[in-house]
T-cell receptor
Framework: LAKTTQPISMDSYEGQEVNITCSHNNIATNDYITWYQQFPSQGPRFIIQGYKTKVTNEVASLFIPADRKSSTLSLPRVSLSDTAVYYCLVGDAGNTGKLIFGQGTTLQVKP | GAVVSQHPSRVICKSGTSVKIECRSLDFQATTMFWYRQFPKKSLMLMATSNEGSKATYEQGVEKDKFLINHASLTLSTLTVTSAHPEDSSFYIC???????????FGSGTQLSVL
């Protein structure tokens, strides 16, 4: 399974756009890129998933360059409630579904 | 998104007892479920893959006799921590794969405290 590398922590202010980049140099052809959000003492919550180019949903956008060796999660206009740990995962969700978590990025949103 | 229910959310037990944690996919069938554990301020660590109708596949270093996994139906997997010790205290999280949309959904977690 491809290993991912993310910044350990990021700070932002309310109303700003936050971009978290994840590196996955060894991504395989069948691998999808999935981002999860986790609050303390809760299970991870699915945010967005993509394979290539750009994906957008009601909460975030995911940008994936052509070589797929990295991806960027974009959170528009963050609020205090977006303070959480964000995990980038790479895996073949269509096959075994097995996902290995990296260290994640702790996002702290300040007023 | 799909709903995965995990129960109990919190359990306190005495050392030497066994604890069972249930993971249910409420609105979809899951042939594969996964069990993770998480220590404070650490990432999730995959323990095992639970396969409906067959034996679980354990990650390296995870004792299969210690952490018993049963996946008897397409909507239920259970993790039993046998003869629990204080070092087993952790946050246990399950996830279920919804094959149709090729996504994993996670339960809310179970905080196990062994006294």
């Amino acid at each position: 399974l491809a290993k991912t590398t993310q910044p350990i922590s990021m700070d932002s202010y309310e109303g700003q756009e936050v971009n978290i980049t994840c590196s996955h140099n060894n991504i395989a052809t069948n691998d999808y890129i999935t981002w999860y959000q986790q609050f303390p003492s809760q299970g991870p919550r699915f945010i967005i998933q993509g394979y290539k180019t750009k994906v957008t949903n009601e909460v975030a956008s995911l940008f994936i360059p052509a070589d797929r060796k990295s991806s960027t999660l974009s959170l528009p206009r963050v609020s205090l409630s977006d303070t959480a740990v964000y995990y980038c995962l790479v895996g073949d969700a269509g096959n075994t579904g097995k996902l290995i978590f990296g260290q994640g990025t702790t996002l702290q949103v300040k007023p | 998104g799909a709903v995965v229910s995990q129960h109990p959310s919190r359990v306190i037990c005495k050392s030497g007892t066994s604890v069972k944690i249930e993971c249910r996919s409420l609105d979809f069938q899951a042939t594969t479920m996964f069990w993770y554990r998480q220590f404070p301020k650490k990432s999730l660590m995959l323990m095992a893959t639970s396969n409906e109708g067959s034996k679980a596949t354990y990650e390296q270093g995870v004792e299969k006799d210690k952490f018993l996994i049963n996946h008897a139906s397409l909507t239920l997997s259970t993790l039993t921590v046998t003869s629990a010790h204080p070092e087993d205290s952790s946050f246990y999280i399950c996830s279920a794969r919804q094959a149709v949309v090729e996504k994993l959904f996670f339960g809310s977690g179970t905080q196990l405290s062994v006294l």
